[in-house]
């Protein structure tokens, strides 16, 4: 059976939705009362409107959110940017250029230098 993974609070006037953490219910009933709708969203992905009287703090599993340091994200945002780079190479290949000292015309294969950037990303994965 699926389980309720979290609610969305739904305003039809603004057409907006936003995660509800707060689950107080007198506040829930002010909120309905006031036309919010209430969607839980099942972990199998199925998304049922609610009456608010029905909403209560799901029981999780294990932890929602993992907090992460700013180099994780970083290490893993250069890789993928590494990875759309030679990729680019292989979909556009721009001809080499040398800078005026004639240095810098060596040729990579963009193949190889793909495979080398998403080496590189799959490894993230593996250190952590």
């Known amino acids: ?15 907006v939705e936003s995660y ?3 689950f107080d219910s007198e506040l829930i009933a002010r909120a309905a009362a006031a036309g919010i709708i209430f ?13 608010a009287s029905e909403v209560e703090e799901p029981q999780q599993e294990r932890q929602a959110y993992e907090i992460v340091t700013t ?3 970083d290490r893993r945002t250069a890789a993928t940017v590494a990875c759309f780079d030679a990729l680019s190479a292989i979909v556009d290949p721009q001809p080499a ?19 080398a950037a ?6 993230l994965e ?3």
């Not at 059976?1 to 057409?15: L, R, S, V």
Request: aromatic residues 6%.
């Open 71 to 73: 180099s994780y994200v």
């Open 118 to 123: 998403l080496d590189a990303l799959k490894a």
């Open 97 to 115: 250029t040398a800078d005026e000292t004639g240095e810098g015309t060596e040729s990579v294969d963009p193949v190889e230098a793909f495979r």
């Open 39 to 51: 969607i839980a969203v099942y972990d199998d992905g199925k998304r049922e409107v609610v009456d």
């Open 20 to 22: 509800l953490t707060e």
């Open 1 to 15: 059976m699926a389980k309720i993974t979290h609610y969305m609070a739904h305003d039809p006037i603004g057409n």
């Open 126 to 128: 593996a250190k952590e």
